[in-house]
């Protein structure tokens, strides 16, 4: 489908369609027509009469079938502007919405993006209503048939009962990440902004092969795999990646998707470090600020900086941001670096302590031995006639279990 991109700039901002039709593209639209306008929003349709006429004649000729806007509209904007063009006008948020409920697979996804659209649609719900019944235009075709207040209240409904079923869902995910704790094996998960290669990293460690590739949010739902990390197992997760301007909306919808990083030992931050350096920046930003947002506090944090293949210049890019968090550079695609990237995350997970044990023989050795053998990094294993000496690094709860059972119990 061909799509007309548009964007209303004040004085100070920056132009910035690149990333929009790069979301086109991963929605599958085509981008024919892009048109930019410096200029105060103007009440009736956002950007100026004139170049609403302009949008027009391009629409005809090009035979554009719909209007995406980088900048939010009013009910009123779109209602307008629909109506000027015959034809649908979405925005950047509807447009991500779109991405995400054609890509999402898991029940949970599903019901977090029908969230999400059913909450932007409400606080817009009233006067759309009001809007149609002037004369429906594309995009507010049946709501002339309701009344306002009958509308909102389906919304709302619809809303409640989504986030029934959510609460169930999360409460099962809950179940699952107290089963992980009780394992006391150290969570790391992969962050950062969408594309910048978390899923690649993802395969690298963990064998696996899911999917990634240059569209935007190729991965929607989260992933964890017991990784090893220098000998010390932990659960590395991929999830769903950052955008600039990310919905509020979405964030909120997302939480508990997101709130994974607020119970992780260690998040990877995954920034591409072939794009140009102002773009590294804000990225690398919007991450942190997303994060705050999520809630995450105390987590140690290491830098990811990916692609180096594609960037030779990357040492001075790096040091010329001067990150405030320790990092590693890296390449998913070559391995280099993977190795001091290793490193760094068996240093910074923590969780683990080394200990030096004997374990008599007895009834509860053999399960204890499967446990260590299951979480610990196991650095020397001897049998004699008494039973077994071991030296590991242990998870610190398994630690306290082998303390309770073992004969002879040192930490080194
Ligand atoms: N040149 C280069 N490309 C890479 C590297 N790592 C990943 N890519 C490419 O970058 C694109 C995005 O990779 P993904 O692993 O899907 O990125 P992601 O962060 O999981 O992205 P989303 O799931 O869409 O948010 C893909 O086309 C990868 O092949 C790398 O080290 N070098
Ligand atoms: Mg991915």
Redesign the pocket.
């Known amino acids: 489908m061909k799509v007309a991109l548009v964007q209303r700039l004040d004085d100070w901002a920056e132009y910035n369609l690149d990333e929009l039709e790069e979301l086109c593209r991963s929605a599958g639209y085509t981008p024919v027509y892009k048109l930019v306008q410096r200029r105060p929003p103007h009440s009736k349709y956002m950007i100026g009469p004139g170049k609403v006429e302009e949008l027009r004649r391009a629409v005809k000729s090009l035979k554009i079938e719909k209007i995406v806007t980088e900048n939010e509209l009013k009910p009123v904007q779109e209602y307008n502007l629909a109506k000027a063009l015959s034809i649908p006008v979405i925005t950047r948020t509807q447009l991500i919405l779109e991405t995400f409920a054609r890509r999402a697979a898991s029940t949970e996804a599903k019901l977090q993006i029908k969230l999400a659209e059913l909450q932007y649609e409400l606080s817009r719900a009233k006067e759309k209503v009001r809007l149609a019944k002037k004369g429906e235009q594309p995009g507010f075709h049946g709501l002339g048939a309701y009344e306002a207040d009958v509308y909102y209240n389906e919304v709302f409904r619809r809303i409640s009962t989504i986030k029934q079923k959510l609460k169930q869902i999360r409460m099962r995910k809950n179940l699952v990440r107290q089963r992980r704790l009780e394992g006391g094996l150290p969570t790391v998960a992969l962050t950062?902004y969408?594309?910048?290669?978390?899923?690649?990293?993802f395969n690298r460690f963990s064998g696996e092969e899911h999917p990634?590739?240059?569209?935007?949010?190729?991965?929607l739902s989260t992933t964890a795999r017991i990784v090893k990390f220098r000998g010390r197992k932990a659960y590395l997760s991929?999830t769903?990646?950052f955008i600039k301007n990310l919905p509020h909306l979405l964030v909120e919808s997302f939480h508990s998707t997101l709130s994974e990083f607020i119970y992780a030992d260690l998040l990877l931050l995954?920034v591409d470090i072939?794009e140009e350096k102002s773009v590294v920046e804000s990225k690398l930003n919007t991450c942190l600020n997303v994060l705050d947002e999520v809630g995450v506090k105390n987590v140690p944090i290491l830098v990811v900086f990916?692609?180096?293949?594609?960037a030779s210049d990357y040492q001075e890019k790096i040091e010329s941001i001067n990150p405030e968090f320790r990092y590693v550079a890296?390449?998913?695609?070559?391995g280099q670096g993977l190795d001091t990237l290793e490193e760094s995350v068996a240093d910074m997970m923590g969780g683990y302590i080394r200990v030096r044990a004997q374990l008599e023989n007895g009834q509860t050795t053999p399960s204890l031995l499967n446990e260590i053998k299951q979480f610990c990094n196991i650095l020397k294993i001897e049998y004699n006639s008494s039973g077994y000496e071991i030296e590991c690094e242990t998870p610190l709860q398994l630690a306290e279990k082998i303390k309770r059972l073992a004969a002879e119990f040192h930490v080194v």
């Open positions: 950062g969408t594309n910048a290669g978390k899923t690649t990293l990634a590739g240059p569209q935007l949010f190729t991965t991929d769903v990646g995954v072939s990916n692609k180096i293949d594609a890296v390449s998913a695609w070559t």
